[in-house]
């Protein structure tokens, strides 16, 4: 039985998380942990997994690898100084991290084929759709998105994609990530959505993923639970290699 804590309990993911856990066999939920309570609760688990904000979540997580905790974090706001810093403290501390951007296995395979597809394109950009009660934006995974794409664009040699606007309202292009214009929706009745759009010589490949609710991302999470302890990386990035991708 693997003991697991939730931290971000009481919000819209950690809550699915806490259902998740107690309708798992195999798992126990062991502390439910939100802001104002104390962490100290999460020492009864074994795995800890944050759903929480992408302003507490450092300290959080900090926290558990100096109690010596496995952490599945679904978090956003990870860029790469802040990837370093979680390694720093994993060099002398037991437990290994897993760090998602998504959770939601047809989001990972969208991200996976993304990658593969944007070298043969002569543009790429995303479109992100969230509920309307979303802190951040970009979304964390249209962040990875352009971020792979722009290192597979990157290493086949491809030219940046075409773009002839001199003059225009601030915003109108979205933002940029690594030269992938990302464009950020804020929509009642989502829940998240992302579209990567493809375009070459006379057609436009269009890559589009929805979450239709919460309960999508939990077979990933629950993957990253049962397998976070063996891990053979201190740090795994995404739950591509957990699928075999
Ligand atoms: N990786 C993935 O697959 C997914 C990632 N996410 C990400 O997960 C994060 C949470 O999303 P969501 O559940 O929608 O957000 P919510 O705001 O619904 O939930 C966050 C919860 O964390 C609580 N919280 C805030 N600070 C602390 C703290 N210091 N310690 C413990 N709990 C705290 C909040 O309390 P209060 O409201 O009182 O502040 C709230 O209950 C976001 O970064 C989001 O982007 C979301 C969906 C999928
Ligand atoms: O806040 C959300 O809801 C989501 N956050 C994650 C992100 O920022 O990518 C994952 C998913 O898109 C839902």
Excluded: Y
């Excluded at 109690?67 to 599945?72: C, D, E, K, S, T």
């Excluded at 991200?111 to 979304?139: C, G, L, R």
């Excluded at 759009?197 to 990253?224: C, K, Q, W, Y």
């Amino acid at each position: 039985m693997i003991k697991v804590g939730v931290l971000g309990a009481r919000g819209r993911m950690g809550g699915e998380v806490c259902r998740a856990v107690e309708g798992a066999d195999d798992l126990e939920l062991a502390a439910a942990v939100d802001e104002g309570d104390a962490l100290d609760a999460l020492t009864a688990a074994d795995v800890v997994v944050d759903f929480t904000h992408p302003g507490v979540v450092m300290d959080n997580l900090q926290w558990c690898v100096k109690n010596g905790l496995h952490a599945v974090v679904g978090t956003t706001g990870f860029d790469a100084s802040r990837l370093d810093t979680v390694r720093s403290w994993l060099t002398d501390a037991p437990g290994n991290v897993i760090i998602a951007p998504n959770f939601g296995v047809g989001a990972v395979l969208m991200m996976h084929f993304a990658q593969k597809a944007a070298p043969f394109f002569e543009s790429v950009e995303i479109v992100e759709t969230h509920h309307p009660n979303k802190a951040d934006a970009p979304s964390g995974t249209a962040h990875r998105t352009a971020e792979l794409i722009a290192a597979a664009r990157a290493e086949a040699g491809v030219a940046p994609s075409p773009d002839a606007t001199t003059s225009g309202l601030h915003g109108a292009r979205g933002s940029d990530v690594d030269g992938v214009h990302v464009h950020a929706v804020r929509l009642a009745g989502a829940v998240a959505h992302q579209e990567v759009l493809l375009g070459g010589h006379g057609e436009i490949f269009t890559m589009r993923h929805d979450s239709m609710n919460r309960a999508s991302f939990m077979p990933g999470v629950l993957l990253a639970v049962r397998e976070v302890a063996g891990r053979p990386d201190r740090l795994t990035l995404g739950i591509e290699s957990l699928l075999g991708l």
